[in-house]
């Protein structure tokens, strides 16, 4: 996503949608779309410029043994059929509609990613925050792709999931199912994802899935969010929400 916005875009080149922020940070050392496009290929996955898979690599990035990267401090959490108790109207609705989801495991690693793993263990979704996009040496998402990299932090911190009534990227308010997540060690910022219907991850619905991120840009005075979030009502049912709901 762009920093302080909702504009979650597809990780690709070829969209023509990566910000500035993003462009500069994957053109590092080098500023060409060439080495901008085979470093986003590596963060995807691909291995044609690892030169211990591929003798014939046009740039010698890192060597990997695991396209996932570690998860420290990041998760995992699962997320079902919804099963929280709000008080307020049309969310038992928003249960019965929802009974059937499809099961997804939710975590957050140091390869800059969210990651979501549908009941088969197929990844469905990888989300970079916006916020871990950098130009500096020896920082942002470019330096994953650094031969002499040293360990960082990048999406280091537990996700939090609830069923919140917000407008979210549509026009009027409905019940969903939100991931907030935090950078940790990583950096200073959080996101919020929608989840609410795991068949509807795509690149083409990337802008209603990213729904917010709030970072040090922000708020100057925001330091390393190693907090975990907690999710509450607001507004009059406030009273009833405290005795009664039960969120995640």
């Not at 060409?32 to 291995?47: K, V």
């Not at 996101?191 to 708020?219: C, G, H, K, V």
Request: proline content about 6%.
């Amino acid at each position: 996503t762009e920093p302080s916005s909702s504009s979650g875009v597809p990780f690709r080149y070829s969209a023509r949608e990566l910000s500035a922020a993003a462009l500069a940070d994957l053109s590092y050392g080098d500023g060409s779309r060439a080495i901008t496009e085979a470093r986003i290929d590596y963060i995807r996955g691909s291995d044609a410029n690892d030169p211990k898979k591929n003798s014939s690599a046009a740039y010698n990035f890192r060597s990997r043994q695991s396209h996932l990267g570690d998860i420290i401090h990041g998760g995992p959490i699962y997320v079902g059929a919804p099963e929280l108790d709000w008080p307020h109207s049309g969310y038992a609705a928003f249960k019965t509609s929802n009974a059937s989801r499809v099961p997804m495991v939710y975590a957050s690693g140091n390869d800059a990613m969210l990651h979501a793993f549908n009941m088969w263990g197929e990844e469905t979704l990888a989300y970079i925050p916006a916020a871990l996009y950098s130009s500096e040496a020896n920082k942002g998402v470019h330096y994953l792709t650094d031969p002499n990299y040293k360990h960082r932090f990048y999406v280091d911190a537990p996700p939090v999931v609830s069923d919140v009534y917000i407008q979210g990227n549509g026009s009027s308010s409905t019940w969903k199912t939100v991931l907030i997540g935090g950078l940790g060690n990583g950096g200073k910022g959080y996101y919020a994802l929608d989840i609410t219907d795991p068949t509807q991850f795509s690149e083409l619905n990337a802008a209603s899935i990213a729904l917010w991120e709030f970072t040090s840009r922000d708020d100057a005075d925001l330091g390393f969010t190693h907090s975990v979030p907690t999710v509450a009502c607001l507004g009059r049912d406030v009273d009833s929400c405290s005795s009664r709901c039960r969120p995640r």
